[in-house]
């Protein structure tokens, strides 16, 4: 057992190193990681499948499902520029319309499929007033990584810890996230004013040229809508009553789902199930099976044990290591096999002495959700928006959005360290 627990590690860092040096596809590497810990023995194939988080995934396809059923009717292109008129047509006010639509879109939608939806307007209304779209495109980033903080299917660290924790339901994510997401965002907008003002300027005539635009012929097809809106509102609303329905979430997402394809006909299937990011699928498949060589090699108990020690067991200080730690490592590794490896080790906490596991539960999801703004590589939603940006011939370099980033997420920590201990642990 000791080898094969040297064996896991061994595995694991080579493994991490591949995904964050982006030579491969993580999606790629994370498999390939998965299916040595079955080859070599580590884990037998029914113990690996019993580690990979249905419950997560099934969230995630039948989300992906909805939205790129609901962007075909021309909903969200119809948002922004509704968003970019009731701003009259003025850069600034424009930029923050559309990072707060970002946020609040990456709470209900997941923040990757909202910057997908989003930096294509952008760039559209950016052209038209001829202003750089990289200081709209750096606010959206940084906003959908915190409005995806706000409730269970925001992100996918929130995604996995919901599915892990049955007691942090829907509602326990709105109720305990939200208030402190809406602080920093009330944060930001005033430091996004001051930072990006003076690089957008633009013309009265230019300001004009957005008004005269007509959202309406945006939306393409008003049955199909009409249907939409009505599945996105009653899943969202099982989201709120799944726990005392006794439903998974996964289980709210895929009924919406597949009710929709239902109403909107076969033609829709096909189009839905090829627009699904089946390379996130897997690579979420792979890191279960990665991480579970961990937890039956007794590796994750021992580094509980000694992160226990390192704290003496004191709710403040744990809660304290993991919000930062969890920021940190999270603002420069990718957050979700982060948190894949965290929360076994959260788990195993509560057996050895922590008896409020709560406030560390909230500090993991904060750090890692909002530890995505300190770079880049930090969050999914970063490099899909850095790399349509410089499809476009505007590239986001790493120092550039760096500068901006991290002393925004270190902002949003010292923010959360006090919710948290005035909140918790007072």
Known sequence: MEQQAFWAIGIFLVIY????????????????????????????????????DFNTLGLLIGMMIIVSITADTGLFKFIAIWAAKRSKGKPVLIMIALALITAVGSAFLDNVTTILLMVPVTFSITRQLRVPPVPFLITQIIASNVGGTATLIGDPPNIMIGSAVKE???MAFINNLTPIVAI???????????????????????????????????????????????????????????????????????????????????????????????????????????????????VISKLAAYAIDLTDGNVVATSMLVLWLSAIASAFLDNIPFVATMIPLIQDMGTMGVSNLEPIWWSLALGACLGGNGSLIGASANLIAAGMSGKEGYPIKFLQFMKYGFPLMLLSIVISSGYIYVRYLR
Not at 25 to 52: D, K, S
Not at 195 to 209: A, D, M, V, Y
Not at 253 to 268: D, I, K, V, Y
Request: proline share 1%; charged share 15%.
């Open 17 to 52: 190193a591949l995904i964050i040096s982006e030579k491969i596809h993580r999606t790629i590497v994370a498999m390939i990681g998965g299916l040595l810990m079955v080859a070599l023995g580590i884990v037998n194939q029914e113990t690996a499948l019993h580690h990979i």
């Open 168 to 170: 942090l339901t829907f």
């Open 184 to 298: 920093i965002m009330l944060v930001y907008i005033p430091v996004f004013v001051l930072l990006f003002r003076k690089q957008i300027q633009t013309t009265p005539e230019l300001t004009q040229s957005i008004m005269d635009l007509d959202e309406k012929e945006l939306i393409s097809d008003h049955n199909m809508l009409r249907k939409c809106l009505v599945i996105l509102g009653v899943t969202i609303v099982g989201f709120f009553l799944h726990q005392s329905l006794h439903l998974e979430s996964a289980t709210v997402a895929l009924a919406g789902a597949f009710l929709l394809l239902l109403l909107t006909g076969e033609r829709m299937m096909e189009a839905a199930f090829t627009k699904v990011e089946w390379t996130t699928i897997f690579f979420f498949v792979g890191l279960f099976v990665l991480v579970s060589g961990l937890v039956e090699t007794g």
